[in-house]
């Protein structure tokens, strides 16, 4: 494993996640479709296809990369997780900075600057039954120490944990918010995609 993760590794990972997200799209929609729209899954697949052909597209440091990312998937998604995952990546972009690779034992401060992007942009709250529930216990995970590999999968760990935990939550932000105790029961579709997200940019991270 390089100590190193470099542009061509970023690429790879947006690869990964495309790849993630057109085998879990009629999952997410399934999902999403008990207290939401049902279109969750084509959301996250088209965000990422536009964000992984940005990417691809781009000659540059892993802030011009990301920062491409950003605006590729905000133009592809209009719904609500475009902002939220827009502004998420500026966040990487900026915690990435404007270099061709960055060592891997801080690649974990990428999932809390997403963390950090997606709070601020939506507003919300752990415990609100939103994506925030998986994001937020992965970024506090990836502050641990130890080493590199222990700390990734602690923070895979956390997201799904996360993620599950929104089962047990009335929703109070966001569209599911409409249902009230409806949506008592039903996982959050946006925490069980970044979930995903979470785990194969973890998977990335590792080498």
């Known amino acids: 494993m390089t100590t190193e993760f470099s542009t061509s590794d970023l690429d790879h990972l947006f690869d990964a996640l495309v790849t993630r997200m057109e085998a879990e799209r009629d999952a997410l929609c399934r999902l999403d479709g008990v207290i939401g729209d049902a279109d ?6 088209q965000g990422m296809s536009a964000a992984r052909d940005a990417v691809r597209a781009t000659n540059g440091t892993l802030q011009d990369k990301l920062n491409a990312a950003a605006k590729g998937f905000l133009n592809a998604v209009g719904a609500s997780s475009g902002p939220l995952y827009a502004t998420g990546f500026m966040r990487a972009a900026k915690a990435a900075g404007p270099r061709q690779a960055m060592p891997r034992k801080d690649t974990p401060l990428l999932i809390a600057a997403m963390a950090e992007g997606i709070a601020h942009r939506g507003k919300a709250m752990p415990g609100q ?13 990836a502050g641990g120490d130890g080493p590199l590999t222990d700390r990734l999968d602690r923070v895979a760990a956390a997201a799904r ?45 590792r080498g």
């Open 40 to 45: 969750h899954g084509v959301a996250m697949l």
């Open 129 to 141: 039954k939103t994506m925030l529930d998986a994001w937020a216990p992965a970024a506090e995970a």
């Open 161 to 205: 944990k996360g993620a599950e935990a929104t089962a047990g939550m009335v929703a109070s932000l966001g569209r599911a918010a409409r249902l009230g105790e409806r949506s008592l029961g039903h996982p959050d579709p946006g925490a069980v995609s970044a979930a995903m997200i979470v785990e194969e940019m973890a998977r990335a991270f």
